[in-house]
């Protein structure tokens, strides 16, 4: 019985181990983009001379510019949770719940592969 299973097979861990590395690859290069954005976006920062709308574009400029770094650490916090996971792969600890320490279900390891809590033990945190 699925109930009674405390640990996620092998071949299980290949599949999760697959997704999330299909993941990361895509986080890193989300990444890199918002990395290289920013960096643009502090070049073009002396190529406006009028001084009317410069005053405006300054402040829309330093919104785009913390908006975008919160985008990358929120980024580079989902890529560091998803190496982890890989470590809990290898570790044999991925899949089971710390807060129950039963295995979390297939279908929320796949919407949320680098999750630590099973549905069960997030409720009962709020």
């Known amino acids: 019985m699925a109930e009674d299973k405390i640990r996620y097979s092998p ?3 290949e599949e999760f181990e697959g997704l999330i ?6 986080a890193k290069k989300e990444l ?3 990395k290289e954005t920013l960096s643009r976006n502090n070049d073009s920062g002396t190529d406006n001379t009028s001084s009317t709308s ?3 574009e ?3 400029d330093t919104m785009e510019k913390e ?3 919160q985008l990358a650490a929120r980024q580079q916090k ?4 998803l ?3 890989l470590i809990r792969i290898k570790n044999g600890t991925y899949g089971i719940c710390v807060d129950t320490g039963k295995l979390i279900p297939k279908e929320r390891l796949r919407a949320v592969p680098h999750t630590m809590h099973s549905i069960e033990a997030k409720l009962n945190k709020n």
Request: cysteine-free.
């Open 54 to 56: 410069k005053l405006l």
């Open 83 to 85: 190496e982890n996971a």
């Open 21 to 26: 590395k299909e993941k990361l690859e895509k």
């Open 32 to 34: 890199n983009f918002i």
């Open 78 to 81: 989902f890529i560091n949770n």
């Open 67 to 69: 908006s975008l770094s």
């Open 58 to 60: 300054d402040g829309a």
């Open 11 to 13: 071949a299980e861990l």
